[in-house]
C-alpha cells in the first residue's frame, strides 16, 4: 500500500485562489510610483459627522436604518484618506476600518457600495468605529504606511493597531463583523415587538437567553460572540422574547440557540457554556444543509474548519433539482460533513476545484469530497443520483473511498527513445519497473522545463543501449501518484534499479556534462556493489 497523501499544496490550491479572489487579503500589488502632487489636507467627506459623544454600551438596542435612505447618505459617511492624514486618523481615533482600494479594480468597486452602506448603518446604531477609504492606486505611498499593499484591503485598526479583516463581504456582514470586534458584540432585544421587526430582517442568528447580563455562562457568551465571525448574537432575559426569537421547545435559562432559514432551522446548544464549545457548536451547525457557494461566502466556505466536505457542480436548473435530495442527503450525515454546491459555469468558484480532477472543463455534473484530516480528494464515478451520492458520503465517512489521482490516458510508447509516464503507468513503468530510471517531472507553464528536456533527450540519445537505465517524463499538472511528491518544476529524478523508494534529485542547473559523469558514477557504484555480493 502506499499512503495516499497529496501533497497539502495540490489540495490547498483552491485555499489560495479562493482566497486570494475573495477575502480581504491582497489582491493585487500596488505599484512602487506614487503621485504625490498636492497634498491634500484629510477631507471628511461627510460635514454633518458629529464627533465625540459616541460611545456605545457593551450591547446596542436593535435599530434598522430604511434601505433607501441608507443608499442615498451612504456615501458620505466614510472618511476618504489620502497623502498625509492617515496615519494620523488611525492614531486618534479609537478604531478604524480602512477600506484600500484602486479606482480600477473590480472588486474593490463592488465592495465599496457595500462598504458605504456599512458605514452608514453602523452610524445609524451609533458604533464608535470610523470608516475610511483611500484611493491605493493615487496615494499609494500613504497607503503602504498604513499597511495597506493592495486592492480591495480591509484592516481594523485599534488605537493604531491593525488586524485583517476576517468577515464576510455583503454590507450586512460588514457591519456584523465590524460591531463584533469594536465593543458591541451582542444586540439585546429588550420587547416583543423589537423581536417581530429583527425577524423580518434577518433569518440567521444565534440567542441567548439568561436571567442576568452578567456571571460566568454569560461571560462565555459574549467571549464567543467577539471570537466568532458571522452569527450576530442576541441577547434577552425575557422568554416571552426568547420564544418569538427560537419558537420550538421549552426554553431554560441559560439557554443558546442557532437559528437558521432553512429546513433544520433551530439547533440549541446542550453543552457547557464555554466560548470554545459555543464556538465548536456553532462552526458545526452554523452552516445551512447544503451552501450553495457565491462570490460572497466562498471564503467562508474555504474557511471552514470541517474536515469532509463534499462538493455538487452543476449547471444552475440541475443544481437546484440536486438541492431537495441532498438536503435530505444531508440531514443524515449533519455535523459530519459540509454539502456545497456550486454552479458549474462560474469559473471562478468551480475551476479550482474541479482543476483537481482535470476537469475544469466538464459540461456534465460532477460530485467530489476531501478528506482535509488525510489531504485526500476522491471523484463520484458512478451516475449522479441519490442513492449514489450517499454511498459516497458513506464512503467518506468510514474512509472506504479511494482517494483520487489525476492522470491522462495510457499513452503508446512504442519505439519510444524516452517513456511517456501517467498517474496509471507510474507503478509499472518506474516502481515495478527493474531497470534505473530518470524520470524527468514536468508541468506545462513551467519555464525552464524545456531546457531540462532537451538536457533529457541528449542524455537518452548518449546512453541509448543500456538496457538497465530507461529514461522517462510526467507531465504533473496532469497526473499525480501518491508516491510522486514534486514541488518544483522541473525536477530530475534517478530511480535507482534496486531501491524505487528512494529516488535521488538530480540537479536541473547542471549541465548535460555533469549529469553523464553523475549517471555513469551511479550506475558504476551499483555494478560494483553487485560484483561485491558475487
Ligand atoms: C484605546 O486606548 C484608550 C486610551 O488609552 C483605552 O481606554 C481603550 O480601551 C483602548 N481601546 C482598545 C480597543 O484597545
Known amino acids: 500500500m502506499y499512503n495516499h497523501k497529496l501533497s497539502s499544496r495540490t489540495l490547498l490550491l483552491p485555499a489560495i485562489l479562493l482566497l486570494l479572489l475573495t477575502s480581504a487579503a491582497v489582491f493585487s500589488e500596488i505599484e512602487d510610483a506614487d503621485d504625490l502632487g498636492d497634498i491634500d489636507e484629510l477631507i471628511a467627506i461627510d460635514d454633518e459627522q458629529e464627533n465625540g459623544a459616541n460611545s456605545e454600551p457593551a450591547t446596542a438596542n436593535f435599530e434598522t436604518g430604511k434601505k433607501s435612505e441608507v ?10 484618506l489620502n497623502t498625509d492624514g492617515p496615519k494620523r486618523t488611525i492614531e486618534e481615533n479609537e478604531y478604524v476600518l480602512v477600506l484600500g482600494y ?9 465592495l465599496m457600495p457595500r462598504f458605504a452602506e456599512a458605514a452608514n448603518v453602523l452610524k445609524g446604531l451609533g458604533s464608535r468605529v470610523l470608516l475610511a477609504k483611500i484611493d491605493g492606486d493615487r496615494y499609494s505611498k500613504a497607503a503602504a504606511s498604513i499597511e495597506i499593499k493592495g486592492f480591495p484591503t480591509l484592516l481594523l485598526f485599534a488605537n493604531g493597531t491593525s488586524r485583517p479583516y476576517t468577515g464576510g463581504f455583503s454590507s450586512e456582514e460588514i457591519v456584523l463583523w465590524t460591531r463584533k470586534k469594536t465593543g458591541a ?68 435559562k441559560p439557554f443558546f440557540g442557532l437559528v437558521k432559514s432553512e429546513p433544520e432551522h433551530y439547533t440549541s446548544f446542550d453543552g457547557h457554556f464555554s466560548s470554545d464549545e459555543i464556538l465548536h457548536f456553532l462552526e458545526n451547525n452554523k452552516f445551512p444543509l447544503v451552501t450553495v457557494m457565491t462570490e460572497l461566502n466562498s471564503a467562508k466556505v474555504y474557511s471552514s474548519t470541517n474536515k469532509l466536505q463534499v462538493y455538487v457542480f452543476a449547471e444552475d436548473d440541475d443544481l437546484q433539482k440536486f438541492l431537495k435530495p441532498l438536503q435530505e442527503i444531508a440531514k443524515k450525515f449533519k ?19 474541479l482543476s483537481l480532477f482535470s476537469l475544469e472543463d466538464s459540461e456534465d455534473s460532477v460530485v467530489v469530497s476531501f478528506d482535509y484530516n488525510s489531504n485526500s480528494k476522491y471523484l463520484l464515478e458512478s451516475d449522479i443520483t441519490s442513492r449514489n451520492i450517499e454511498e459516497f ?103 535507482p534499479a534496486n531501491d524505487k523508494s528512494n529516488p535521488t534529485t538530480l540537479s536541473t542547473k547542471s549541465n548535460l556534462k555533469d549529469l553523464a559523469a553523475l549517471i555513469n558514477k551511479i550506475l558504476k557504484t551499483q555494478e560494483d556493489a553487485t560484483k561485491d555480493e558475487l
Not at 443608499?71 to 476618504?80: D, F, G, M, P, T
Not at 423589537?194 to 433569518?203: F, G, I, P, R
Not at 455535523?335 to 476545484?353: C, G, R, T, W, Y
Open 102 to 110: 484602486a479606482p480600477w479594480c473590480g472588486r474593490s468597486a463592488e
Open 185 to 252: 458584540p451582542v444586540i439585546g432585544i429588550r420587547s416583543v415587538a423589537d423581536a417581530n421587526e429583527y425577524l423580518k430582517q434577518h433569518s440567521t442568528y444565534a440567542v441567548g437567553l439568561f436571567d442576568k447580563f452578567e456571571g460566568p455562562d454569560y461571560g462565555e457568551f459574549v467571549k464567543a460572540a467577539v471570537a466568532d465571525n458571522e452569527v450576530q448574537f442576541i441577547e434577552t432575559s425575557s422568554a416571552e422574547i426568547a420564544k418569538v426569537l427560537y419558537p420550538v421547545g421549552t426554553l431554560t
Open 71 to 80: 443608499l442615498s447618505r451612504a456615501q458620505r459617511v466614510v472618511l476618504e
Open 335 to 353: 455535523s459530519q460533513m459540509m454539502f456545497v454546491a456550486v454552479d458549474i459555469k462560474e469559473d471562478n468558484l468551480a475551476k479550482p476545484f
Open 393 to 495: 458520503c458513506t464512503g467518506l465517512v468510514q474512509g472506504t473511498l479511494k482517494p483520487y489521482f489525476k492522470s491522462q490516458t495510457i499513452p503508446d510508447n512504442k519505439n519510444a527513445n524516452i517513456l511517456t509516464v501517467v498517474g496509471k503507468t507510474f507503478d509499472e513503468l518506474v516502481l515495478n519497473n527493474p531497470a534505473n530510471i530518470v524520470l524527468e517531472v514536468h508541468t506545462p507553464w513551467c519555464i525552464t522545463c524545456e531546457t531540462t528536456s532537451k538536457h533529457v533527450q541528449k542524455l537518452a540519445k548518449h546512453f541509448k543501449g543500456l538496457d538497465n537505465l530507461v529514461f522517462a517524463r510526467i507531465d504533473a499538472s496532469t497526473n499525480e501518484h501518491p508516491k510522486l511528491q514534486v514541488e518544483d518544476y522541473p525536477t530530475l529524478l534517478f530511480y
